[in-house]
């Protein structure tokens, strides 16, 4: 696992999640429950990891929702501001 999803999931863990605007627009769009994104971050498989990204530490998983769908979610961490993980 790579150190940026590894920080994502003790975020989760914690409770320390927020949606960003997009996101939401996004998981509305495809139809995603945002119970299923959270609940599979536990399990999700690292596609690309930008730990240096300019704007935080930021990684695209692939993860399977409730009922196995395949989904991709992106997750970022922030760097200055509050101590979550963004969808």
């Given amino acids: 696992m790579s150190k940026t999803l590894d ?10 999640v927020r949606v960003s ?6 998981l509305s769009d495809d139809d995603i429950s945002l119970t299923a994104v959270i609940q599979g971050v536990a399990n999700a498989a690292v596609v690309e990891d930008y730990p240096d990204y ?7 998983c692939f993860q399977r ?11 970022g961490l922030t760097t200055n501001g509050p101590d979550v ?3």
């Fill in 65 to 75: 929702d409730e009922l196995g769908k395949p989904i991709h979610v992106f997750w």
């Fill in 54 to 60: 300019a704007k935080g530490p930021c990684v695209l």
């Fill in 21 to 26: 605007q997009h996101g939401l627009q996004e």
């Fill in 85 to 87: 993980a963004t969808i």
């Fill in 7 to 16: 920080a994502v999931c003790k975020h989760v863990s914690a409770g320390m």
